[in-house]
């Protein structure tokens, strides 16, 4: 289905060793330089003295100027933007006490509190938040807030961003929901941490990917080792019908395989098998019935199976020919459980049948 960049999103468009390319192109970039590329020059009056984070020049011209609190440059960052980037705190307040506007986007669709958020603000993000400012407006790669701050392994941010509303289950273009993204990311404190805090450990991305065949699609034994503890489906299949065991043998991962064939054989009952149809009846029934027609076996064993009868009787509920009509018995040999007879004088070669 694509292989994934080592940021979040699949690369489309590419064939993999272990899937069908889609064909479609799509921008892995979110997470790369998350703050501004500035040029001065470029900038206003305003945009500077907020970009540089003197006070006193922003309070002058906003005294003696009506530049416009919402003007935008070039790439559409507005003074709000450009403060919270740089962690200008005291010009994010005074911006903010003159009523700018809080969801003005940029030109990846980012509020000035993903930005803050992005450049690992707290101080100007919380600023954001005290006074109204929605945590879950998804920029142009369908982030938001709290996968910035999931991404960024900040749990002091993430904290704050969950008590003012954010959405733990919000998804990005990728369809990764941000405990998705921890387990990709190998984030492993946020990854326990978002557990903690009740996330949906069943989500899975737009390929129907869980965060089990994730971990597995990274190498990450922590991550499986994790996973597994939390007793997630390993038995899920994604779009392709794989699962994360068939993406673990076709990577030759050893140890994770291992992982998962110790995990299946200490917490998976044996009866669940889908391969388990004649388990429970002995191999003397297949023994026995040699030689008679394969409807007789079949019916035999299914008897044995769903009666719970003894494979004699459920040989013999067929209703056509019978373990007596093949091997006669004498009267003093008996017939156990097991259906193990001796014919010495039948069949001298065989002593067990």
């Known amino acids: 289905m694509g292989k994934w960049c080592c940021r979040c999103f699949p690369c489309y468009g590419r064939s993999s060793e272990d899937g069908v390319g889609c064909g479609a192109e799509h921008n892995d970039g979110a997470f790369l330089e998350p703050g501004y590329d500035v040029c001065l020059e470029d900038l206003g009056d305003l945009h500077r003295a907020a970009w540089r984070g003197t006070v006193p020049r ?28 740089k962690g200008h705190s005291e010009v994010v307040k005074l911006l903010l006490h003159r009523s700018c506007q809080l969801h003005v986007l940029d030109g990846e669709k980012r509020t000035a509190l993903i930005k803050a958020v992005q450049c690992q603000k707290e101080e ?65 404190q946020m990854v326990e941490f978002l557990v903690k805090k009740k996330a949906n450990l069943n989500a899975v991305d737009n390929f129907k990917r869980t965060a089990l065949i994730l971990a597995v699609r990274c190498g990450s034994e922590i991550m ?79 008897s044995a199976k769903v009666d719970g009868r003894s494979e004699d009787s459920a040989i013999r509920f067929s209703g056509k020919q019978t373990i007596d009509d093949i091997l006669p018995t004498s009267d003093n040999e008996d017939i156990d459980s097991d259906i193990k007879i001796q014919h010495p004088r039948q069949n001298p070669d065989k002593t067990e049948i």
């Open 58 to 85: 922003v309070e002058l011209i906003l005294m003696l100027r009506n530049p416009g609190l919402d003007k935008r440059d070039k790439k559409k960052r507005t003074a709000l933007h450009l403060a919270c980037a």
């Open 224 to 302: 499986v080792s994790i996973l597994l503890q939390l007793n997630i489906d390993v038995f899920s299949q994604d779009m392709c019908g794989r699962t994360a065991e068939d993406y673990a043998v076709s990577s030759h991962y050893i140890k994770i395989c291992q992982q998962l064939s110790d995990y299946k054989e200490k917490n998976v009952p044996r009866n669940n098998s889908k391969n388990s149809n004649l388990e429970g009846t002995s191999n003397e029934i297949v023994c026995l019935a040699e030689g008679t027609s394969n409807e007789v076996a079949a019916k035999g064993a299914a």
């Open 124 to 188: 100007c993000a919380t600023i954001l938040l005290e006074h109204g400012t929605d945590p879950n407006i998804p920029d142009v790669y369908g982030n938001t807030t709290l996968h910035y701050a999931i991404y960024n392994e900040d749990k002091s941010m993430t904290e704050k961003l969950l008590s003012y509303g954010a959405n733990i289950e919000s998804e990005n273009k990728g369809g990764l929901t941000p405990f998705l993204l921890a387990v990709h990311e190998q984030k492993q």
